[in-house]
């Protein structure tokens, strides 16, 4: 079946814009996560969804950044008022239910000029 | 809180001859799973190997394998008879057992050089 997918795979926006990421997980898998990968490092996480409720956002950086899965499948990230800062990856994952292995997509590369 | 450390920034294997990347972590936790993860230059994270804590046994796949040391809290990864394809950057990551905290904790990588 088909993987996680994300769109757009490459997004340039100038600072102080508005940006929205989005991920398709894969059918039937009821958890969604989303991580920031920086140049030189590993994926940190942001934000997990359990159906459509954020289970855990503790790692949400700050007030900027958003994220939604309305009816429990496709989520969007959205971060606010950009910043060069912000320029990283952003990898979404999902798992099935009561499965303990995330399923990652090929990722959103964002640069913030 | 859960950190997991990889100590190799590079590594280096000839074609056909075997390498281990190293893994520690640290947790006060009994219960919880590891993992090692391959992200090639595509950028998509691929499950090279899962290990459950509880599990003695240390799991295997194909040629990829783990020498799992719960008490020193080491996971390092084995790759025999490397392949020009298993270069790329390897994550380990570390996932806890609790409820309502899923998510993985990673190591900052270490690049894998296959030389032919």
């Known amino acids: 079946g088909a993987g996680v997918s994300q769109t757009p795979s490459n997004k340039v926006t100038e600072k102080g814009k508005y940006v929205e990421l989005r991920c398709d997980p894969i059918?039937?898998?009821?958890?969604l996560y989303w991580y920031r990968q920086s140049l030189g490092q590993g994926p940190e996480f942001l934000i997990y969804?359990?159906?459509?409720?954020?289970?855990?956002d503790s790692g949400l950086p700050n007030d900027r950044f958003f994220a939604v899965r309305p009816e429990g499948s496709v989520s969007t990230l959205k971060i606010q008022r950009t910043e060069r800062g912000d320029s990283a990856v952003y990898l979404c994952?999902?798992?099935?239910?009561?499965?303990?292995?995330?399923?990652f997509g090929p990722g959103t590369r964002l640069l913030v000029l | 809180a859960q950190t997991v450390t990889q100590s190799q920034p590079e590594m280096s294997v000839q074609e056909a001859e075997t390498v281990t990347l190293s893994c520690t972590y640290d947790t006060s936790e009994s219960d919880y799973y590891l993992f090692w993860y391959k992200q090639p230059p595509s950028r998509q994270m691929i499950l090279v190997i899962r290990q459950e804590a509880y599990k003695q046994q240390n799991a295997t796949e194909n040629r990829f394998s783990v020498n799992f040391q719960k008490a020193a809290k080491s996971f390092s990864l084995k790759i025999s008879d490397s392949q020009l394809g298993d270069a790329a950057m390897y994550f380990c990551a570390y996932r806890t057992l609790r409820g309502g905290s899923e998510k993985l904790v990673f190591g900052k990588g270490t690049k894998l050089t296959v030389n032919p």
């Open positions: 969804f359990q159906g459509t409720g954020a289970a855990d």
């Open positions: 994952a999902s798992s099935p239910p009561g499965g303990e292995t995330q399923y």
């Open positions: 059918s039937g898998h009821t958890a």
